[in-house]
């Protein structure tokens, strides 16, 4: 906190775009977020003018090749030998627009995305002078251009597609024979080129390269011959391919996962999270009438910039499973809601302390892990969560592959040592003493506590969302939802909290965990007052020390969530 | 080289050699063995303390090459794609990301004889501000094409064709048609231009000059003042046998097949204006295509990132300004056979 009240003001320029002086940062971050002297592009940013551009993207390092964001701009004059830059009438500084040495009068353009910007130049982003080296830049690029688009992935999101409505001409004048390249061709298992439709900038080489340090793709042949290929005999394949899809600008590169199965246009977009690992990527959710089609990134500097994994990113197919459960059952067959949580709360009202247990997973939310903990409280009742580890890697998949283990620990329900206490649960139940045991979301029979210890109990309450050994053992089993499927946070493994939204509505007769949870504790412990998921996350944060610490409130996670100390 | 490593404290050099010339390869490889044999290469130069080395690096032969910063990466081992500049002047961030000098074998010959002769003396051949000498290529339809070496400034394009010393004249009773001056990526004179050119004496005074094209002095000024450059110094001289369409087809298949491909305007343009050209070369020439030239070529030069966009644009922008009849005439000639052939079809 300190820092941040200490922190120096930014050093700012004044330059002018579209005639409006403008102040900006002196520095922007780069993309490896080092500050660097801001660009022209940048400027216009902070003005709210877009420079079209297909090479440059925050996040990749810049080689200004497209030439897309080429502006005409005007400087101001050196200083004469007074030392005082050369004035118009008028008193205010005289700038000299651009021209080309070699023919005076035709304007020159310098690229956006390279070029840094001095005090009191004009940035002309929309001056006719702009506009034709746009037009004639966008002419290029759509001379051996397939006109494809009702076919291709892209349209709807093709930056080629925009761009040539904001800046291009109607007509071509090309009346030449197109020149053509290798399509559908089989990059990786993952990724199909369409060497036609590609504008050859390089973004994802230097993805590749750069950001996910497998120099695997490159430019092949010369002149307007050139396209991407991998090495010869290497396939493409890293656990980063499908994010060179996402900043491909056009429909060169696409996912095979979701090539030809939607429109985007169509596709609802759900701020969500990826489950795969404890990174906590952002993500964007496309659905469509209910059916889940894609993950895509969703920028989050803090987090995942604007990566994720190739393994997170197609995890999500379980999602839509046929075999999903979707019928609340009782001991005495199918039932309803209002029955099965009278039961079940009748039951446990009974409990005595010490006879109940429950494992939680560490794929809940925080938010039911907090009521569960509650309902743990009432019983002095051991509680556990199940570890999953896998091997990190340089970039964003971490060792922990549950996405909230962090957040069952701080909520109470496991420990430092994830799992440490399932061992004592077994051993509970063979002993006679643990008489109902509450499981959600994990298959317990394969931690320790199988199919003939869960015969022993008096009483298993299941939640979870698709069948296992555990499930079908069961004596209430309350169908669950996915985190595609209703609203929650998770706090990853760096003890970042970050909420997710509901893309899709739950099948049959499941609801989303925390309602039921909620239902359960006000039934069972009398307490009160977290029917909505920002006033249970706000109670919430207010009881878990951690979150009370930070400060958290639900609405001021936002998109972007917030930090705890761990 | 060694004398330039040396003034600048330099320790690492490399001369890039581009592909096609194996045996120059060999041949400087050899020369190299030989001054380290002698002391002028390697630790401790000539009982100095000062230390330089210098290797051969072999081109995969690209034209590209020939661009700085193309170089360096080719030199790095990448593809040869020529860097934005700001921020990569290679003075700054040049071979590895470290200070570099890149200069051409040209200018390093000059040291020797600037050394040899010093400063004034060397600075007193040629004209007041273009000094030195030049090693003129000539070659086209003259007698005698070759190398001249010529001090920069004291022969014309006159002289340099017809001169006995030089090119000894256009071939028997053809006529002057063009004169490329300064490599094919300058700017085409043609026969019987005039210039009207305003240049500084040594007193700094300004002179108007009429220059006919003949009588330009091959200097680096002149040239420049009558719309072109001495570039490279390879002077093209067509006659009345060429034929001006398919000159610059000729050309822009050269750009064309060159282009690295790095940026848009270039990768696109230089093979739509040679595709344009064959399509014209073939026979079907059409009215616009003068201008259908002009605007591709327009649209590349200034907007690249190396010069390559202006070598492969100023060719057709200066071939289509200075022989616009030769384009329309072509284009209305095949407009007129297309028409009449469509005619006969249509009858038949």
Redesign the interface.
């Known amino acids: 906190m300190a820092d941040r009240q200490t922190k120096p003001a930014v050093e700012t320029v004044t330059v002018k775009v579209d005639g409006r002086a403008v102040e900006v940062p002196r520095t922007t971050p780069n993309w490896e977020g080092k500050p660097e002297p801001t660009t022209v592009l940048q400027a216009c940013k902070y003005a709210g003018v877009e420079i079209p551009h297909y090479c440059y993207h925050p996040k990749l390092p810049?080689?200004?090749?497209?030439?897309?964001c080429?502006v005409h701009v005007a400087m101001p004059g050196r200083p004469g030998p007074d030392g005082k830059p050369p004035m118009n009438e008028d008193g205010t500084p005289k700038v000299f627009p651009m021209q080309?040495p070699?023919?005076p009068g035709?304007p020159?353009?310098v690229?956006g995305c390279?070029?840094?910007i001095i005090p009191g130049m004009d940035i002309n982003a929309s001056s006719p002078e702009t506009r034709e080296?746009r037009e004639?830049?966008l002419?290029?690029?759509l001379?051996?251009h397939p006109l494809d688009c009702p076919i291709c992935d892209q349209a709807g999101e093709c930056k080629l597609q925009e761009y040539s409505v904001d800046h291009g001409q109607p007509e071509s004048?090309?009346?030449?024979?197109k020149?053509h390249k290798p399509k559908a061709v089989d990059l990786g298992p993952r990724i199909t080129l369409d060497a036609e439709r590609c504008?050859?900038c390089t973004r994802c080489i230097r993805f590749s390269a750069d950001v996910a340090g497998d120099d695997a793709l490159?430019?092949v042949?010369?002149?307007?011959?050139?396209a991407i290929s991998s090495y010869p005999g290497q396939p493409f394949d890293n656990n980063y391919t499908l994010n060179t899809v996402d900043i491909c600008p056009v429909g060169a590169l696409t996912s095979d996962d979701f090539r030809f199965q939607m429109r985007v246009w169509f596709l609802k977009e759900t701020k969500s999270l990826c489950t795969g690992c404890g990174t906590g990527c952002n993500t964007v959710i496309g659905s469509r009438e209910n059916r889940m089609y894609r993950y895509e990134p969703r920028q989050n500097d803090a987090v995942n910039s604007c990566w994720m994994c190739d393994v997170g990113r197609l995890d999500y197919k379980w999602i839509g499973r046929d075999d999903r459960l979707a019928k609340l059952r009782g001991p005495r067959g199918n039932t309803t809601w209002p029955s099965a949580l009278k039961e079940i709360s009748g039951h446990l009202t009974k409990a005595a302390e010490g006879s109940v247990a429950i494992v939680a997973s560490s794929r809940q939310t925080n938010e039911e892990l907090f009521l569960l903990n509650k309902l743990a409280k009432r019983f002095k009742a051991l509680t556990d969560s199940v570890p999953r580890k896998g091997e990190a890697d340089h970039l964003l998949v971490a060792e922990d592959r549950n996405p909230n283990t962090t957040g069952a620990q701080l909520t109470g329900i496991t420990t430092k040592r994830v799992g440490s206490r399932l061992a004592a649960i077994a051993k509970g139940i063979v002993s006679g003493k643990i008489k109902t045991l509450i499981v959600f979301g994990e298959d317990v029979t394969q931690h320790g506590i199988d199919a003939k210890l869960l015969g022993k109990l008096k009483m298993l309450i299941v939640s979870d969302i698709l069948p296992n050994a555990t499930t079908r053992k069961a004596d209430y089993l309350l169908p669950g939802c996915s985190h595609a499927e209703k609203r929650g946070t998770f706090t990853n493994v760096k003890g970042r909290v970050q909420k997710f939204t509901k893309a899709l509505e739950p099948s049959g007769d499941a609801m989303p965990e925390w309602e039921v949870l909620h239902e359960l504790v006000h039934n069972v412990t009398g307490l009160d007052g977290f029917n909505s998921i920002e006033g249970l996350f706000n109670q919430m944060a207010d009881e878990v020390k951690a979150f009370k610490v930070a400060g958290l409130t639900w609405a001021g996670l936002g998109d972007q969530g917030a930090d705890v100390k761990l | 080289m060694i004398l330039a490593c040396y003034a600048n404290d330099v320790k690492l050099a490399y001369i890039y050699i581009r592909g096609e010339f194996p045996e120059g390869a060999r041949i400087l490889n050899r020369a190299i063995d030989d001054a380290r044999a002698s002391g002028f290469l390697g630790k401790g130069i000539c009982g100095t303390k000062y230390n330089l080395e210098i290797h051969v690096h072999r081109g995969a032969g690209a034209y590209i090459c020939g661009e700085e910063t193309g170089l360096i990466e080719s030199l790095e081992g990448k593809r040869p794609y020529p860097r934005i500049k700001p921020p990569y002047f290679p003075a700054a961030l040049g071979l590895y990301m470290c200070p570099t000098i890149v200069n051409n074998v040209e200018t390093l010959c000059n040291v020797r004889h600037v050394m040899e002769m010093g400063g004034d003396e060397y600075a007193s051949l040629g004209t007041a501000v273009n000094t030195g000498t030049r090693i003129v290529s000539l070659s086209g339809q003259v007698k005698r094409p070759g190398y001249y070496e010529i001090e920069v400034g004291k022969a014309t394009l006159g002289e340099l064709i017809f001169h006995r010393n030089f090119g000894q004249g256009l071939l028997d009773g053809r006529k002057l048609r063009a004169i490329i001056p300064g490599g094919s990526s300058s700017k085409v004179f043609r026969a019987g231009e005039k210039f009207n050119i305003k240049s500084k004496d040594k007193w700094g005074k300004v002179i108007g000059q009429k220059l006919g094209l003949l009588d330009i002095p091959y200097d680096f000024d002149t040239l420049m003042k009558c719309g072109s450059m001495s570039g490279s110094s390879a002077i093209i001289v067509m006659d009345d046998s060429v034929d001006i369409v398919e000159a610059l087809g000729n050309l822009s298949d050269f750009y064309a097949h060159e282009s690295c491909g790095q940026c848009t305007p270039c990768r696109e343009g230089s093979l739509w204006m040679a595709k344009a050209l064959k399509r014209m070369r073939s026979g079907e020439a059409r009215k616009g295509d003068a201008d259908y030239l002009r605007h591709i070529a327009h649209n590349i030069q200034g907007r690249t990132i190396c010069a390559f966009g202006e070598a492969c644009a100023w060719p057709v922008l200066s071939f289509v300004d200075k022989f616009r009849d030769d384009f329309e005439q072509r284009g209305a000639e095949d407009e007129a056979r297309l028409a009449k052939r469509n005619r006969e079809a249509a009858a038949s």
């Open positions: 810049v080689v200004g090749n497209c030439r897309m080429l080309l070699y023919e035709t020159r353009g690229i390279a070029t840094g080296m004639a830049v002419e290029s690029l001379i051996n004048r090309f009346a030449e024979v020149v504008v050859l490159g430019i042949n010369r002149g307007s011959y050139n």
